[in-house]
């Protein structure tokens, strides 16, 4: 190491120490750029939107049995490890959907269709974070990461790699896979699966067809080019529309029930059943009058609804 | 005519602001002012996010005419019955009567100047009330001050509802540009009068 007080009086050594600084602070401003730029990459494999969505789900499902919140490290706990394994499972359903993502012109500029990112570099990031996710879920309680892994294991397993390019049923594996979040935080709030808990998680699998089946009609083209068999091309779009319709009501339904059982104060109740009533109002409005418009228009106010009853759900 | 990024910060500004009175600003009323004024700000939350997610279309809809006179009606009923007693099952009557009539000449596409008729009377009645009431309370001691916010709102969303409703069945008095540029702000600033207005009596 050099010796900082002869600085300034020696210039040979102040000329080395001011050479070996640079070459550090050029290496620093090397490294940074390096990271934001595979931040900004990683971020769209982790459909950022929609995996704070299920997190959200999650925390409100911790919360409608343990709220108010004290015990942070749990709450730190759940929101990283669900997060983790969220992300993770979303990854590698990236990973191994390339192919269509690059025939879909929807999808076809992600980071790894566009060759941003190579196959491997993407298989092992998805497979580090679940690896971590699941096993930082296991740490907090066995039924909780048995809960965490059965959301993982539906997602990729059963939708993503065995029946997504078979049926377009698989959106019930799909939505399925999507309900775990908010069980998995219910589960790690009461200690055993309940009937609020599956009323919260078919809360959410109601939800995901508004969400998969808009997206279906939509991008009709794109799917059918990509050759993943959709409720539209399968069934048409009028059945489409009245089962995002249908689902939509009972999605407000199983949480209406749930809000009930939970004990949800009657002001928050209210606000509740004023948000269904707009739901019900779209819902009727995409069947008698069905447009693009009031279609995706369902489907962003059953998103905000979702958020909206979370928010109730964790702050009743 | 879109919706600009501004105009949606102030729906959501609306909506959030709705969505408090109802579901912590109208505890300790009886059970009908609590669901008249549910209905009432459940009808400017529903609007507003409506408006957010769909644009400014979504005021072409022939249910606009019915949501318009929703909003104010169900606000005079709450504040009739909390106040005037005697007047309570006449003023809901009138109320229930008049809303179905604006339903019926609105879809069932009788005369439009029958309509226009019915719905000036029945948009005129709840205006009145909701301006006047709460002035007269503030006048005989039986609410605070703030109670005369409610009265500027009803002042407000009168005028508005009467605008709009003109505008949809197609005898304009302001043009649809200027209204619908002026919309989301007055939409929150009625809001916001309404709210104050209710926690301040």
């Known amino acids: ?95 191994w959907d390339r192919d269509i993502d690059a025939k879909m012109g929807r999808t076809q500029k992600r980071p790894l269709p566009s060759g941003e990112l190579s196959s491997q570099e993407t298989f092992r990031l998805g497979l580090v974070l679940s690896v971590i ?3 930082w879920s296991a740490l907090l309680s066995p039924l909780y990461a048995l809960v965490v892994f059965a959301g993982w294991f539906f997602d990729v397993v059963v939708y993503t790699i065995w ?61 059918q080019h990509a050759g993943v068999p959709t409720f539209p091309s399968c069934y048409g779009f009028p059945v489409t529309r009245a089962t995002i319709a249908a689902s939509s009501v009972l999605a407000a339904f199983a949480i209406g029930t749930a809000s009930i059982l939970i004990g949800v104060q ?19 409005g995409s069947l008698i009058r069905p447009n693009e418009r009031v279609n995706f228009g369902l489907f962003k106010y059953a998103s905000l609804y979702m958020l909206a009853s979370m928010i109730l759900l964790s702050i009743q | ?32 002012p609590i669901l008249a004024y549910t209905i009432g700000f459940g009808a400017l939350l529903v609007a507003g996010l409506l408006i957010l997610i769909l644009g400014f279309e979504v005021l072409q809809s022939p249910i606009v005419v019915v949501v318009a006179t929703i909003i104010p009606l169900s606000l005079a009923c709450g504040m009739v019955w909390e106040y005037l ?45 909701i301006f006047l009431l709460p002035l007269s309370m503030v006048a005989t001691q039986r609410a605070g001050l703030g109670f005369g916010l409610v009265s500027l709102g009803g002042a407000l969303i009168g ?7 003109f505008l949809r069945m197609g005898a304009p008095i302001l043009n649809q540009e200027k209204l ?3 919309f989301p702000l007055l939409f929150l600033v009625i809001t916001v009068t309404y709210v104050l207005g209710f926690n301040w009596r």
Not at chain 1, 266 to 284: C, D, E, H, K, T
Not at chain 2, 1 to 18: G, N, P, Y
Not at chain 2, 159 to 165: K, Q
């Open chain 1, 163 to 223: 029946l997504k390019r078979r049926t377009c049923w698989s959106i019930v594996w799909g939505g399925i896979a999507g309900g775990m979040p908010i069980l998995a935080g219910r589960v790690l709030g009461v200690g055993s699966i309940d009937l609020i808990g599956i009323l919260l998680t078919l809360s959410v699998l109601f939800w995901i067809p508004t969400h998969i089946l808009t997206f279906a009609m939509r991008f009709y083209s794109d799917y």
């Open chain 2, 1 to 32: 005519m879109k919706v600009s990024a501004l105009d949606r910060w102030l729906f959501l500004a609306t909506a959030v602001i709705a969505s408090y009175q109802i579901a912590i600003g109208i505890e300790g009323l009886g059970e009908v």
């Open chain 2, 180 to 182: 619908l540029k002026a």
């Open chain 2, 85 to 129: 007693a005697p007047w309570r099952v006449w003023y809901v009557s009138a109320a229930t009567l008049g809303f179905i009539a604006v339903g019926v000449t609105r879809f069932a596409r009788l005369s439009r100047r029958v309509a226009i008729l019915i719905l000036a009377l029945v948009h005129g009645m709840a205006g009145l009330t």
């Open chain 1, 1 to 95: 190491m050099y010796n900082l007080e002869n600085f300034g009086k020696n210039p040979r050594l102040t000329e080395s120490i001011l050479a070996t600084l640079e070459d550090q602070m050029n290496r620093s401003a090397r490294w940074l750029p390096k990271l934001k730029h595979k931040v900004r990459l990683y971020l769209p494999l982790i459909k950022s939107l929609q995996t704070f969505l299920l997190l959200a789900t999650g925390l409100a499902g911790y919360m409608s049995a343990r709220c108010p919140i004290f015990h942070l490290p749990t709450l730190l706990g759940l929101s990283g490890s669900l997060f983790l394994a969220i992300s993770g499972s979303t990854v590698l359903n990236m990973w």
């Open chain 1, 266 to 284: 009657w002001g928050f109740l209210r606000l509740l059943v004023v948000l269904s009533s707009g739901l019900l109002l779209l819902a009727i």
């Open chain 2, 159 to 165: 005028g508005m509802g009467l605008l709009l409703s």
């Open chain 1, 133 to 135: 996710g699941l096993g």
